[in-house]
């Protein structure tokens, strides 16, 4: 039995809203999402803005699954930098998309709005940095709170990387280089409707983001005792556009990213995909077929207990029988037949015998 994820789209008519109380924030739960990047890009589907859209992610599972882990902060010594702090996230995600590694963001939800106060990465998880960027006094806005259709806002990113100065750097006169990162853009819900992903089918608000900035990279020299920064590159960063799509108490269900300098905001190709995956647990309850006795010329019916113990839709789509039994044995199913998470359902065969 192959189990795939496959289930039908249903028309919708209630407007999305999402308050501070339909945010994840219970500490120790794992969202797991399968996620894939590729700078040549690859063909995506964003839709259209607007009311009651649909959209049909489940042709996007990747080999490559990553997890969010909602961290408590009375057992995660690294809150302490960020005390503010009533969500922290363990994540491959960076701000706004942003990853430099495995990391802690540090979020403040409340009732009027969603913001990331810091992000911490991960000692030996193959972050760049070891330090924490700290946003409070200028917080990053996710979202506002309650948001629906058309709520737009503006996005603010500013910090700054530390690093050691190549002794090819101009003669090694520097003693560290300084790093400086502005981004501005602009978000806003510009469409709700459903999604269809491997959990089944929900209802969402979808995020437009755009963001462009630029980087100025300093030398960071001693002259008499007094510090100096000598610029030394400086660079525009590629507009990018982002979609991602929420759903109430579930969180973020997918997002996809454009390639660099995209304008199009009906884009089709991505430079990265991530998607929440949910897991079936299709599981057979009975492996034995038990016809009983039937004569040539007649008949039989048996049946076996197909459950799904995962959190996602299970759905039969191929059944493989031996070839010296395909003339003799059907399966009395239309496929391909979904599961729903916690059902089970009683697949029927037919047997008719042609000989010894």
């Given amino acids: 039995l192959i189990a795939t994820i496959c289930i039908t789209v249903p028309y919708t008519q209630a407007q999305v809203v999402i308050t501070s109380d339909n945010i994840p924030m219970e500490v120790g739960t794992v969202m797991t999402y399968t996620s894939h990047s590729d700078d040549e890009g690859f063909e995506v589907n964003v839709g259209l803005e607007g009311a009651n859209r649909e959209w049909d992610f489940t042709n996007l599972i990747f080999d490559e699954f990553e997890t969010d882990t909602i961290m408590d902060p009375e057992t995660l010594e690294e809150a302490g930098e960020f005390p503010d702090a009533n969500l922290i996230v363990r994540s491959l995600e960076g701000v706004s998309g942003l990853s430099l590694g495995e990391g802690y963001l540090f979020d403040i939800v409340s009732d009027s709005g969603w913001y990331t106060i810091g992000q911490l990465m991960v000692p030996g998880e193959g972050g760049v940095l070891?330090?924490?960027?700290?946003?409070?006094?200028?917080?990053?806005?996710?979202?506002?709170?309650?948001?629906?259709?058309?709520?737009?806002?503006?996005?603010?990113?500013?910090?700054s990387l530390g690093m050691l100065a190549p002794d090819t750097l101009q003669g090694g006169i520097f003693d560290s280089l300084l790093i400086r990162i502005d981004i501005d853009g602009f978000s806003e819900f510009d469409a709700w409707g459903t999604v269809n992903y491997s959990g089944g089918v929900v209802e969402a608000l979808r995020q437009h983001t755009i963001l462009s900035g630029n980087m100025t990279v300093f030398g960071v020299l001693s002259i008499m005792g007094q510090r100096r920064e000598v610029e030394v590159y400086a660079d525009e960063l590629e507009t990018t556009q982002e979609y991602r799509w929420i759903a109430p108490d579930l969180g973020y269900i997918a997002t996809i990213t454009s390639m660099p300098l995209e304008d199009d905001p009906e884009f089709n190709l991505a430079s990265r995909v991530r998607l929440r995956y949910l897991l079936p647990g299709l599981v057979v309850e009975e492996f034995r077929l038990d016809f009983g006795e039937v004569n040539v010329g007649e008949a039989g019916v048996a049946e076996i207990q197909l459950g799904n113990e995962g959190e996602g839709f299970a759905s039969i789509t191929r059944i493989e029988i031996k070839e010296e039994l395909q003339e003799e044995l059907e399966a009395l199913v239309d496929l391909p037949f979904n599961i729903e998470p916690d059902s089970s359902y009683a697949m029927r065969f037919l047997w008719s015998p042609m000989g010894e």
């Fill in 130 to 159: 070891d330090f924490p960027l700290d946003f409070a006094e200028n917080p990053i806005q996710k979202m506002v709170l309650p948001s629906e259709l058309d709520e737009e806002w503006e996005v603010g990113i500013n910090y």
